[in-house]
């Protein structure tokens, strides 16, 4: 398991969505800029690594039960975006690091949250 | 066609090319059958059918009626989109086969995952296409099923 607070400092992360308790926690991770890989293969509640910043996350994660998601590499959703989550309830943090970077940083700590296609 | 035990039943619009509203459909379907008291893991298989549909229309198609039936045992979902149709449906149940543009792609979507993923969400799945007419998809999701490997 990974606190919200921890993949911030791990991160070196902005929490978006203010009123989100830093103590939620994710037991895995999901990494992706594909929405259509997400809704095959994420598992629910997994923190979701993206490149992507539009509107289509997170609906995608609402749609499929992720958890939270990171913007990675110095994306950041617009304020429409923003809002759209808060009301959905899904965390979204912005990190500057790459989506490798970002992936190796909390490694070991979760488990992946998605399983391979056959 | 639902069924006559249909307890609950919703129709919704769904426009192609309006990707501002991509998913305001499948959302509200999600929310619906999550009112209904239906288990979590169902909600989750009938969203995800209802998104990657909902995404093909708005990709792919001119318009489409989207009717949801839920009975005590399961929720079916009947796509019936105006549209181009599908010339080889064969070859557009293969995973990662895809037609879609640079943009669809760019929205992360167009991946060639969206039929095959509703295949494997759904416990019965029937899809009828005419080449110029357009594609009907007949989807149920039955309360103790499962998500195919």
Sequence with gaps: MIALKDVLALLDGELLTPATAPEAAFRKVFASDLMSDVLTSAEPGSLLLTGLANGHVVCTCSVADLAAVVFVQGKRPAPGVVEEARARGIPLMATKMTMFAACARIAGRVEDGGHARR | ?149
């Design chain 2, 1 to 149: 066609m639902p069924g006559a035990e249909s307890v609950f039943r919703r129709e919704f619009a769904v426009k192609g090319g309006d990707f501002a509203k991509a998913g305001a459909a499948a959302c509200e379907i999600k929310e619906l059958l999550k009112d209904l008291g239906i288990d979590t893991a169902t909600v989750r298989r009938a969203a995800i059918v209802a998104y990657e549909a909902e995404m093909n229309v708005i990709m792919y198609a001119w318009d489409a009626r989207m009717d949801l039936a839920v009975s005590p045992s399961e929720v079916r979902l009947t796509i019936d989109d105006h549209g181009p149709g599908i010339p080889d449906v064969e070859l557009a149940l293969t995973e990662g086969y895809s037609t879609a543009t640079a943009e669809m792609r760019e929205l992360g979507f167009g991946a060639g995952m969206g039929l095959p993923n509703i295949k494997r969400n759904a416990d019965d799945f029937a899809i009828d296409s005419e080449v110029g007419r357009g594609t009907r998809l007949d989807i149920v999701i039955r309360k103790n099923g499962h998500v195919r490997p």
